[in-house]
């Protein structure tokens, strides 16, 4: 069964802390991204990656952190600079990163952060 | 840079029509797509246009205009899972753009 897996579904932090969210995938994709969701915000980028050992900032990367060691993997670090961790966060996929049919993105269910 | 329109909130009958328009300002354009989202879960993907016109896929149906840098998103024979929030996203030199996403309400 391919997908992409995210977890914990919900986590709790205290306020300081990092915290570094999972997100793995089988589906043989070289493009994954990381997005923040916010009541009324949409889906905002933090980081994506093109490939193994690449990525590159969104448009909101300020306190967080990624890496891409393994093309199945693409772990987010919250950092304590984040002044406002608290929310929905999505991580996703594609064949590539263009958007176009074939490329569209398989998303995760998401994990629920709250920095207490 | 990139931007998106959309509205915030559409409320419609079970079993009617209803018309998501998203508006868009972008560099690079390559294709619009759309996005569903239900309370609590993961977007799943919808549908993609790059050239102008219709896409139709059973229910749903995709409209492009590139010259007027529009969208729209028809739901047609409307049913109560249907509610959820859809959103609209352009492709360009950059990865996918998302609005900030229309929350449909169905009722009965």
């Known amino acids: 069964d391919g997908g992409i897996t995210q977890s914990p579904k919900y986590l709790f932090r205290k306020e300081g802390q990092n915290v570094t969210l999972s997100c793995e995938q089988n589906l043989n994709h070289d493009a994954m991204y990381w997005y923040r969701q916010d009541p009324g915000q949409g889906l905002r980028l933090i980081y994506y990656s093109q490939i193994v050992n690449d990525f590159q900032k969104g448009d909101i990367a300020e306190g967080y952190s990624v890496s891409r060691e393994k093309k199945e993997s693409f772990p987010l670090t919250v950092t304590s600079a984040q002044k406002n961790p608290t929310a929905f966060y999505l991580c996703?996929?594609?064949?590539?990163?263009?958007?176009?049919?074939?490329?569209?993105?398989?998303f995760g269910p998401g994990t629920r952060l709250t920095v207490l | 840079g990139q931007s998106l329109e959309q509205p915030s909130e559409v409320t419609a009958v079970e079993g009617a029509i209803v018309q998501i328009n998203c508006t868009y300002q972008?560099?690079?354009?390559?294709?619009l797509s759309w996005y569903q989202q239900h309370d609590g879960g993961a977007p799943t993907f919808l549908s993609y246009?790059?050239?102008?016109g219709l896409e139709e896929t059973g229910r749903f149906s995709s409209f492009l205009s590139r010259s007027d840098s529009y969208g729209y998103l028809l739901l047609q024979e409307l049913q109560m899972k249907d509610s959820a929030s859809y959103f609209c996203a352009v492709s360009g030199n950059t990865p996918l753009v998302f609005g900030k996403g229309t929350r449909l309400s169905v009722i009965a």
């Open positions: 996703a996929s594609s064949t590539r990163a263009s958007g176009s049919p074939g490329d569209e993105q398989f």
């Open positions: 246009n790059a050239l102008d």
């Open positions: 972008t560099s690079g354009f390559y294709g």
